[in-house]
């Protein structure tokens, strides 16, 4: 009885495989912190600004008017900007039903932000939440993996 050594081209395919889904990995994860930065900044930027939506037309203009010389109001759009090009590198390396479950990252994240950088309460129905996106996320990666046939 022989022991089969796979030919060294197979260990190379197998090794750039990991390494690209690394890197996939690696890209979905930076576009997804700079959308939830850009998330985080604009709500910044509005708390500043305050309300839009009064009853009156001339004031919601004067708002409107004022949220364009806000420089954080363009941050966070820049870092959307940003964030929409990794995304494009994502969606020409990895399948959509894979890539865009780990966009919910963003939601766990938003949450927690919300909670300790913004002190906002967090009421327990939505922590039960964040721990559902968190899982169905996990189990996304966990179907990626390749089953031995």
């Given at each position: 009885?022989?022991?089969?050594?796979?030919?060294?081209?197979?260990?190379?395919?197998a090794?750039?495989?990991?390494?690209s889904?690394?890197i996939?990995?690696?890209?979905v994860?930076?576009?997804?912190?700079?959308?939830?930065?850009?998330h985080?900044t604009?709500?910044?930027a509005?708390t500043?600004?305050g309300?839009i939506?009064?009853?009156q037309?001339?004031?919601?203009?004067?708002?409107?008017?004022?949220?364009?010389?806000?420089?954080?109001?363009?941050?966070?759009?820049g870092?959307?900007?940003?964030?929409?090009?990794f995304?494009?590198?994502?969606?020409s390396?990895v399948?959509?039903?894979?890539a865009?479950?780990?966009?919910?990252?963003?939601?766990v994240?938003?949450?927690?932000?919300?909670?300790?950088?913004?002190?906002?309460h967090?009421?327990?129905?939505?922590?039960?939440g964040?721990?559902?996106?968190?899982?169905?996320?996990?189990?996304?990666g966990?179907?990626?993996?390749?089953v031995?046939?």
């Amino acid at each position: 009885m022989a022991l089969e050594v796979p030919p060294p081209e197979a260990a190379l395919a197998a090794s750039a495989s990991r390494t690209s889904s690394l890197i996939s990995l690696a890209l979905v994860v930076v576009s997804v912190g700079l959308a939830t930065a850009g998330h985080f900044t604009l709500k910044s930027a509005m708390t500043d600004i305050g309300r839009i939506g009064t009853a009156q037309v001339r004031a919601a203009t004067d708002t409107i008017v004022k949220a364009a010389k806000e420089p954080k109001l363009w941050v966070g759009l820049g870092l959307f900007g940003f964030s929409a090009v990794f995304w494009l590198v994502v969606l020409s390396r990895v399948d959509l039903s894979i890539a865009y479950p780990f966009a919910g990252l963003s939601y766990v994240a938003i949450v927690l932000l919300d909670k300790y950088a913004l002190e906002v309460h967090v009421p327990p129905l939505r922590w039960v939440g964040v721990a559902l996106i968190a899982m169905g996320i996990a189990v996304v990666g966990i179907s990626t993996r390749s089953v031995p046939g």
